[in-house]
Structure formats: C-alpha cells, structure tokens
T-cell receptor
C-alpha cells in the first residue's frame, strides 16, 4: 500500500505570496492532519480534517487554512507569506476517527525569501 | 495533552540495547503513551504505544512503570539506521467531537549510534 504522499517536495516563495501544499493520504484513511516543523519551535500541530470538515486546529494565525476533498486528499494554504513561515510542512493520515496512529508523509520544505 | 520529559540526547554503540526514558508524571488514566521517531530528512514514524502493560512489536519494546509516571522505549539491538530523534507523546483515548487530536511533540531525544 502506498504511503502518504506530499507535493511539491520543495518550494521557494517570496514574502507576500501565497502557497498551496497538497497531501494524499494512505488509501482508506479518512483523517488528515498537518504539522509545521521549524528548528526553533519543533513540530507543531496545524489542523486536522475528517470527512471534509476541520475537526481540530492548533494555535496558528488565520493565514493558515486547509481543506479536504471527498476522496480524503487535503490541501493547505498559507497566504501573505512571511519569512517565519519557512519550514517543513508535514501531513499525516489516520484510518478512522479517533485512530491513534498517524502515518506521516515526507513533507514539503518551504523557503520564503 | 499532558507533558513529557526526555533527555536531549543519548549515545549508544551499534548492536547494543538502547533504553530511552520518558517521564510523564501528570499522565491521566486515559492517556496512552506513544513513541514516534524521526530519521534525518524524513517525516516522523510510529514506533509503538501502550496504556498500562508492557508492549512488544517488531521495532521495539515499551516498558511502562507500574504507576505509569514513566516509561522506557527499548531498542534491543541498535543499528545505525536507528539514529533518529525519538519522541514520547501522551494521547488521550477520549476524543471530543470526532477527529484526531493533534500530536503534541516535545523536543525528543536525539539518539546517536556509534559504529
């Protein structure tokens, strides 16, 4: 079974631009979570989607948003990029609601110049 | 989620057992103890989890103290491929409103394996 895939793997943007990252969960997984990883703050939870609805959200500004499609694929969007948004963005999928194990993708490395 | 405390780094030799400690003195009765690891340039990877009893799987063993205030991840025979950051995470078995609560990662333990 294919793992979690994320596209693109690397991205360079400039301040003020917006970016959309994509995540395809493991087949049959319906929950998708997003995380941001930076050297200073470590791994932080952004939000989680299940059945096309955002169920949980971490402590991030409204510039960070996401959505989930009927096939469970998910996208996250960051508008008005800031230098501090440079990070590794990780997507994780889970089988069902309340499933404890999350399976992570390789991440998208975003550099904001 | 309750807080966990882990050593910043540990070093071990290849082919020797490794014991990675985690303290979680404020753990609640419904909290599971999870371990994930992150190899260089990869996303985190699930290792093992447990509630009260010790657990074994093909990757590792999890030893949980009787009072559940601490646990130890045991790699029985470390290889160079086990060099990674290991995260001990508590997750409540009670989910409110559906959906999976986000994992709360601390700084983890950076495991160094010497050949």
């Amino acid at each position: 079974k294919a793992g979690v895939t994320q596209t693109p793997r690397y991205l360079i943007k400039t301040r003020g631009q917006q970016v959309t990252l994509s995540c395809s969960p493991i087949s049959g997984h319906r929950s998708v979570s997003w995380y941001q990883q930076t050297p200073g703050q470590g791994l932080q939870f952004l939000f989680e989607y299940f059945s096309e609805t955002q169920r949980n959200k971490g402590n991030f500004p409204g510039r960070f948003s996401g959505r989930q499609f009927s096939n469970s694929r998910s996208e996250m969007n960051v508008s008005t990029l800031e230098l501090g948004d440079s990070a590794l963005y990780l997507c994780a999928s889970s089988l069902v609601v309340g499933q404890e194990t999350q399976y992570f993708g390789p991440g998208t490395r975003l550099l904001v110049l | 989620d309750a807080k966990t405390t882990q050593p910043n780094s540990m070093e071990s030799n290849e082919e020797e057992p490794v014991h990675l400690p985690c303290n979680h003195s404020t753990i609640s009765g419904t909290d599971y103890i999870h371990w994930y690891r992150q190899l260089p340039s990869q996303g985190p990877e699930y290792v093992i989890h447990g509630l009260t009893s010790n657990v074994n799987n093909r990757m590792a063993s999890l030893a949980i103290a009787e009072d559940r205030k601490s646990s130890t991840l045991i790699l029985h025979r470390a290889t160079l491929r086990d060099a990674a950051v290991y995260y001990c995470i508590l997750r409540s078995s009670q989910y409110s409103g559906g959906g999976a609560d986000g994992l709360t990662f601390g700084k983890g333990t950076h495991l160094i394996i010497q050949p």
